[in-house]
């Protein structure tokens, strides 16, 4: 029940409360409360242990010294002085024995109690609390979840079909290079990357509906699965404001005494326990494990073809006075399939459409020299353009 610690951040995906599997967290919480009630009723146990060895020592101090005043050659008022601290010591013995009684008999059998009673269990399925909570979690979250795994075929798919149709693409543009290659070869082969196009088309228009089926579902979803939560919220506001009179409670038997610096200890502790807000905790655990968590809601994933990129042991790509390169007098125009973002100084950058020249021939690495109307140049991947006819 306390706030973990804090560390970097995990990918939203992984643990917002409305992906699939994680309203476990809020189920967990039921028992870990239990165990928290079994701790504290240890940890009042303990102390109740403490106390009465201290009002044993006590006890055993005042009689030690109680005897031996009496043979002392002390008289009148001092003697009287000296006496009242033992007596004092009697009475600070049977406080601290009342307090070391009311932490058991009192505190701890409270606690008990209403641990009892708040979390009966159901049989072969631990306490009925989760049981209720886990079945309608799951209840109105699969639904979703079916959702959920239909979109990620659709989306696997689409992604396949670009990937073939990148590929039809790239064989119909060698195919167009050859010249001693027959018609009909050339038309199979078109017609193949055609084909291609299609399945990519009807692939993206499944994608969309399957999105847009999850996007309509999930407003309902969100109210189902709120107000599952709510359900668990307001259980664990009953506990979080009994646990608070539990603990001021368990302050009240051990403030025992007007010594203004135990005042002080006693006073701080007392502001402490007088903070407990269950609006504020209940607000945490919400932002932190429930509706309150930011998630990345599904959306259309953009398909790019891979960059051949240098393998280990080639040379890198060169240009200019490197090595000899097929320059072109006036160079080729070509235009953009796709956007390209050079990662390094000597490449260059274009969004899809985009219409520029390429001045030296592809190498054996795949990559061309291209330079754009404003004068910017530099290598970019032959698979990313085609020429303009």
């Given at each position: 029940m306390a706030d973990p610690p804090t560390g970097p951040p995990e990918d939203i995906n992984k643990t917002s409360f409305w992906m699939p599997i994680n309203y476990v967290r809020t189920v967990?919480?039921?028992?870990?409360?239990?165990?928290?009630?079994?701790?504290?009723?240890?940890?009042?146990?303990?102390r109740a242990h403490v106390e009465r060895q201290y009002a044993r020592q006590l006890t055993e101090w005042s009689d030690k010294w109680k005897s031996i005043t009496e043979t002392r050659p002390m008289y009148g008022s001092l003697l009287r002085a000296w006496q009242c601290f033992f007596s004092s010591t009697e009475r600070l013995s049977a406080l601290h024995t009342s307090v070391s009684q009311s932490l058991v008999s009192e505190d701890g059998e409270r606690i008990h109690s209403w641990q009892k009673e708040t979390f009966p269990k159901k049989m072969f399925c631990g306490f009925r609390e989760s049981y209720d909570l886990e079945t309608a979690f799951s209840r109105a979250q699969k639904p979703w979840v079916k959702r959920l795994k239909k979109l990620e075929k659709a989306r696997a798919v689409y992604h396949k079909s670009c990937q073939r149709e990148q590929s039809a693409q790239e064989k119909e543009n060698q195919a167009k290079l050859k010249a001693d290659l027959s018609e009909s070869k050339l038309s199979k082969i078109q017609q193949t990357r055609e084909k291609a196009t299609q399945e990519?088309?009807?692939?993206?228009?499944?994608?969309?509906k399957v999105l847009e089926d999850v996007s309509g579902f999930a407003p309902r979803y969100m109210e189902e699965m709120e107000s599952v939560f709510d359900q668990s919220q307001e259980e664990e506001r009953k506990r979080i404001s009994f646990l608070k009179q539990a603990?001021?409670?368990?302050?009240?038997?051990?403030?025992?005494?007007?010594?203004?610096s135990?005042?002080?200890?006693?006073?701080?502790?007392?502001?402490t326990l007088m903070s407990i807000s269950e609006a504020e905790d209940l607000r945490w655990w919400k932002n932190n494990h429930g509706p309150g968590m930011p998630t990345d809601w599904p959306k259309i994933e953009e398909w790019n073809p891979p960059i051949k990129k240098q393998k280990p042991g080639k040379k890198p790509k060169t240009h200019k006075g490197t090595e000899e390169k097929a320059v072109?007098?006036?160079?080729?125009?070509?235009?953009?399939?796709?956007?390209?973002?050079?990662?390094?100084p000597d490449e260059l950058s274009f969004k899809s459409g985009e219409e520029f020249l390429k001045v030296e021939d592809e190498d054996d690495q795949g990559w061309c020299w291209g330079v754009k109307e404003g004068g910017a140049e530099g290598f970019y991947p032959a698979n990313y353009v085609l020429p303009v006819k």
């Open positions: 967990q919480r039921t028992s870990e409360s239990y165990q928290a009630c079994k701790d504290i009723i240890a940890c009042m146990k303990d990519r088309t009807k692939a993206r228009d499944r994608y969309e603990f001021l409670s368990i302050h009240r038997h051990l403030d025992i005494t007007n010594n203004e135990i005042k002080a200890v006693y006073s701080e502790l007392h502001h072109m007098i006036g160079g080729v125009r070509v235009r953009a399939l796709y956007t390209y973002t050079g990662e390094e």
